[in-house]
């Protein structure tokens, strides 16, 4: 493929940010826009997007076509999608209208993706869709498994005020294909990653790479929004670390069963979850933000694949709930 146009749908946290990487080292040759919407959209369009990086002095700040209508872009080579799970499907028509032939779509996504099954070859579930992620198959009908890049991000980022957006370390991103093919698209996407100043590596096992994740982010993200505490205030406080354990075993056992591989321990898995620092989870950023919480890929999805898989997920089960009955009192309150 040859990449001329990028839009970055959903130009949040990390698509925002990846969208500023792009855009300022390529702004000449490849047209770079992104879909945004609200207040965030009106800073970009007034003062452009802004980028902290953890390891700059000064923040970037690029101007972006940006908008909230995707209709008004033409079709694109490459869509960079930075919308969190549960706002895939309601943009679904949206990408829809930015697709060619030979689009390809990245989706930065924590969790279980509405993708997971397709080519997969080692659950014994090929090609399962899953309505709760893509209600009604609207994604896997209007854009389609086979132009997805998977790609699991291991950066905390948060947009601090609309327009701006701050990382909390200098992170990495993995890209990966569903069939697991190291194909000429994949490396293609991952070269222009690089020349834009990303960290990314790719892989022929994304789904190692996700549940390798979700491993931290099934238990950090509920437990954070639920207490509100930082990602130190929970390893440092014995019930909740603990807590942290039980899941991290629980996501390693349902994600086995569905034959993902493990390349570390949990011991070691928690202490990498140290060095992440004293940061909020995104999860934790949107309850404070009144905002819709991503439960279902996070958390829904262990205790959802658990039963298919015939694997136990007590502690989960119970953080789902609580989880899920928080994001509707919290959304109560905020249209109050
Ligand atoms: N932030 C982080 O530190 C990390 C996040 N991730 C994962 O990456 C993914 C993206 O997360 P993150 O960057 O935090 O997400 P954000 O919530 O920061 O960004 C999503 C953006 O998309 C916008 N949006 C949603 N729907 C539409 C739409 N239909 N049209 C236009 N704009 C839209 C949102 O607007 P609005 O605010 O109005 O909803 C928001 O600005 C998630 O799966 C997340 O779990 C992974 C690692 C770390
Ligand atoms: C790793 C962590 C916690 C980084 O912020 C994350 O993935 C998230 O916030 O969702």
């Known amino acids: 493929m040859t990449i ?6 959903g130009a949040g946290a990390l698509g925002g940010a990846i969208a500023v990487k792009l855009a300022s080292r390529f702004g000449n040759d490849v047209t770079v826009s992104v879909v945004a919407r609200g207040a965030h959209l009106e800073a970009i369009r007034e003062g452009g997007l802004s980028l902290h990086e953890a390891d700059a002095d000064r923040p970037i700040n690029v101007r972006i ?4 209508d995707p209709t008004t ?3 694109q080579d490459l869509i960079i999608t930075g919308l969190k799970g549960h706002q895939l499907g309601p943009a679904a028509e949206g990408m829809a209208a930015l697709l060619k032939d030979g689009t390809r779509v990245v989706m930065v996504l924590n969790g279980i993706p509405w993708w997971y099954f397709h080519r997969d070859t080692q659950s014994g579930h090929a090609e399962l869709q899953l309505d709760e992620l893509d209600p009604g198959g609207k994604l896997w009908r209007l854009v389609g498994p086979e132009r997805v890049i998977g790609c699991v991000a291991l950066q905390g980022a948060e947009v601090v005020n609309p327009g701006e957006i701050r990382l909390s370390n200098v992170g990495r991103f993995v890209l990966g294909e569903p069939s697991g093919e190291m194909s000429a698209d994949l490396e293609t996407v991952a070269g222009l ?11 022929p096992r994304i789904r190692d790479e996700i549940w390798s994740k979700l491993t931290g982010n099934a238990a950090f993200n509920p437990i ?7 990602m130190t205030d929970i390893m440092a406080d014995p019930a909740l670390f603990d807590m942290v354990g039980k899941i991290m075993n629980e996501v390693r056992a349902v994600g086995s069963a569905l034959g993902a591989k493990f390349s570390i321990t949990i011991e070691e898995r928690l202490q990498q979850s140290r060095h992440i620092g004293p940061v909020r989870t995104s999860m934790l950023q949107d309850l404070l933000a009144g905002k819709a919480l991503e439960i279902v890929p996070l958390v829904g999805m262990v205790v959802a694949l658990g039963r ?5 997920t007590p502690v989960s089960e119970v953080i789902l709930a609580l989880v899920t009955q928080l994001d509707k009192e919290n959304q109560r309150s905020a249209t109050r």
Request: proline share 8%; glycine share 2%; with cysteine.
């Open 224 to 230: 954070s929004a639920l207490t509100r505490a930082l």
């Open 73 to 75: 872009l033409p079709p």
């Open 4 to 9: 001329k146009s990028i839009c970055i749908y």
């Open 308 to 312: 298919t898989a015939n694997v136990p």
């Open 193 to 203: 990653f690089a020349r834009a100043g990303l960290n990314v590596s790719t892989t």
């Open 65 to 68: 076509t940006a908008t909230d």
